[in-house]
Every structure is written in structure tokens, then in C-alpha cells.
């Protein structure tokens, strides 16, 4: 397989931001309501984005300086005025709008109006949340961080969250937000973007305690030209080796034939441990 290195102090800031985009996705979208000295509010998505603590909570995201011609965001430049901002998540249903908002307007330009949105009066904090957004996160900003100077250059902005509002139709029979009916977007590279639909989200079980372990599985199942990396990955994600019992009574069941084939089928139907049980 052919690999391409790059130095990144080689590379020009567009072509950099491309490979970087385009690897690290889909990046959630951080919809950041805020507002400046005169109350002004100003709306804009931005894809450097995440939550990283619960105790606190905190949302950090980026309103990188501009690539085009290195000036700041509007928004970088309302939260050091007003260190509040409101994190709006975007869904299917609103990011046509979304997009709207995102384009160069003057500093000044309501972006609610621009694009459409509702603006709702916050509890705790100056900039208003989005009304059609799902999940809306009023946030005082802890720390801006500034990366670098020039086009393309990072500034950090720590938040956290003091009140969480949550439309009740994302909300499951578990008490917990289902993926399927927030139908969240993410960002891609260039002008791409993904879809939450419920077609395209899968489940992993999360190992809660030490696993099999790849390293421990026999050599005639890591070198399989049957079983593919994701097969020997769950696999390996098991919990403990099948006894001798299941062994003997899984050769009792399959026979002999074309073992890593019957596993690979076993794999997919959800009965790993069993197709383990078979390869050994």
C-alpha cells in the first residue's frame, strides 16, 4: 500500500486544511449564538467542535481566524467582548438554514434573520438560542486560547455549560437522547456532509473490562483470508475463550467443512463467541 508523508510546514494553509478536514470527520457542528458590547446577537457554525467534561461540563470549539484573508470571526470577537455563548447542535431539519448563516455577512447582520431562525430569549446568559435546534446549551466562556495569528490560525474557546434545553421528540422511551430521531449532520471535508439517519448507525458493546485481545487469538485466525479485521476485531473484543464443553459441543453442531466460513456467518448473525468456539 502506498503512502503519501507530508511535512505540514510544506504545505500551503488551504492544502493543509483539506488533508486535515478531510481525515478528522464527521465533526459534530457547534451553531454558536453570541453577542457583542451593543447586544447585537450573531449566529455561525463552526466544525471544530466537542464536549470534553462532564465534571464540569465543557464544550470547547475553534472560530479559526479566516483562511481567506486571516481576519478573526465575528464570533471570536463577541465572546471577548461577551464571554457567553449559546451552543446550538444542528439536525437534518435545519441545516439548509444552517448553511445560510454561514456565509461572510457584515458584522451587524442578524444571521436569525438572514437565515430564518427563531430566536429564543436565554435564562441565564445575553445571546439567544435557536429555537429550531434540538439541543441547546447556554454556556459561560471559561478561557479563549489563542493558537496562532494569521489565516487559518486556531482560537480555543472553553465554555461551560450552565443549562441544557432539549426539544422532548429527541428524547427515547429510555430517558436518553436517541441518535435516530435527533438525526444530527456532521462535517466532512470541503463541502461535504453526513447524516445520523437510523440506516446508518450500528451499535458496539463497550468493553467494561479486559478482553480477549487480539494478541491472544491463534495465528490461524489473525492470518484468516476469510475472517475480515472487523470480524477478528469482535473477535478479540469477547469477553473469555469458549470453554472446552462449548468447543466440543460446537464441533458436535458444525462438523468439519469450511470452518472460518460457518464463523464468518456466526460472526454476523451475532453469535461470536460461538464462531470462536469453531475456529478452535
Known sequence: MAILTVNPKELSIPQLHQYLLGSVGPRPICFASTVDANGIPNLAPFSFFNVFSANPPVVVFAPNNSGRDGSPKHTYLNVKEVPEVVVNVVNYSMVQQMNVAAAPWDRG?????????????????????????????ECK?????????????GNLVIAEVLRIHIQSEVIGEDGKIDPARIDLVGRMGGAWYCRTTEESLFQLPQPMQPTIGYDSLPETV???????????????????????????????????????KKAKSLIAGGCAAEALAILL
Not at 444571521?111 to 446549551?137: H, N, W, Y
Not at 466562556?141 to 490560525?153: D, H, N, P, Q, R
Open 109 to 137: 447582520v442578524s444571521e436569525f434573520e438572514k437565515a430564518g431562525f427563531t430566536p429564543l430569549a436565554s435564562d441565564l446568559i445575553k445571546p439567544f438560542r435557536v429555537a429550531e435546534s434540538p439541543v441547546q446549551m
Open 141 to 153: 466562556v471559561l478561557e479563549i486560547k489563542e493558537l496562532g495569528t494569521g489565516g487559518g490560525a
Open 222 to 260: 489473525k492470518n484468516s483470508l476469510v475472517l475480515s479485521a472487523n470480524d477478528i476485531g469482535i473477535l478479540a473484543t469477547l469477553p473469555t475463550f469458549p470453554s472446552n464443553e462449548d468447543i466440543l459441543a460446537a464441533k458436535n453442531k458444525h462438523g468439519n467443512g469450511d470452518l472460518e
